[in-house]
């Protein structure tokens, strides 16, 4: 549960912004339905507070093992994840939100509600993903006292699927294509059939050469249908895009997290 250091190539502009921490959590199967009631009324409400989203929750299905939960959180850069992290740390950007009064005052009712969750974990890890803003659809700041919460994340519901996707390139040059090919052509072709883009970003722990989207789908059925392989009544710019992407991709893994919560606005 301890928070580390990373030392980060910086982005294009020189500076490292929004994130995306992919937390898998060991808790016995017992207790998930107490952990994921703790988190969905009072951990992640509570982060909204502070300008967090926590954007998809659920377990790996299909080949995943199913022995964790996972969470994807979105925050405003590395300073935004260490504020909300309180206990962890003496540096003074660690657990900051825990020492504001007007953030403790707005989630004063909701802490009692997570204050056992803790307990509940064996342990976790982190997994954080730089992602690309012009890309990325999460909504989220560093809560100040001129600012309110972050907007209620949209979500699919409670057995939906959000699909997982890394990418690795023989260079950046090519990931870069890539990701023009992806945002102009597939993904305007999955949203008009109705899924919902989260976001592209690069694990903080690899190359430049591989990036990682996040989409989420209303059920499996409809992942099949159009998030898997373009929809058959898509147009041709739609497969060519699609075939580009495989033929230039040096692997493409994919898994999909079957979303265990109702929490989020369903719109």
């Known amino acids: 549960m301890g928070i580390f ?18 937390r898998h959590f060991h808790v016995a199967k017992a207790n998930r339905t107490s952990f994921e009631r703790m988190s969905s009324g009072g951990l992640w409400p509570a982060m909204r507070e502070m300008g967090v989203q926590m954007v998809a929750y659920g377990t790996w299905g299909f080949a995943g093992t ?3 939960v996972v969470t994807h959180t979105a925050y ?17 950007k ?3 939100f825990y020492n504001d009064p007007d953030i403790l005052n707005a989630i004063n009712h909701l802490m009692p509600i997570y204050t056992e969750r803790d307990a509940l974990i064996d342990y976790s890890e982190a997994y954080p993903f730089l992602l690309d803003e012009e890309y990325s659809r999460p909504n989220v700041h560093y ?7 972050s907007p209620l994340p949209p979500t699919f519901g409670r057995g939906s699927i959000m699909e997982e996707i890394n990418y690795e390139f023989g ?3 090519v990931a870069n294509e890539c990701k023009q090919q992806l945002t102009e052509f597939v993904w305007p072709e999955i949203e008009r059939n109705g899924g919902r883009v989260i976001g592209l970003g690069t694990s903080a722990l690899a190359n430049n050469n591989t990036f990682t989207t996040f989409i989420s789908y209303p059920s499996f059925r409809e992942y099949v249908e159009y998030g898997r392989v373009p929809h058959m009544n898509s147009e041709s710019s739609v497969h060519e895009a699609w075939q580009s992407i495989r033929q230039s991709s040096q692997s493409m893994n994919r898994r999909l997290l079957i979303v265990g919560s109702d929490y989020g606005t369903n719109s």
């Open 5 to 22: 250091t990373l030392y980060l190539k910086p982005t294009a502009n020189g500076s490292i912004k929004m994130i995306l921490v992919q």
């Open 66 to 68: 199913g022995d964790v």
């Open 76 to 92: 405003a850069d590395f300073d935004h994840w260490y504020a909300t992290r309180r206990g962890y740390s003496a540096s003074e």
């Open 94 to 96: 660690v657990g900051a």
């Open 143 to 149: 809560r100040t006292s001129d600012t309110g919460p």
């Open 171 to 173: 260079s950046d040059a």
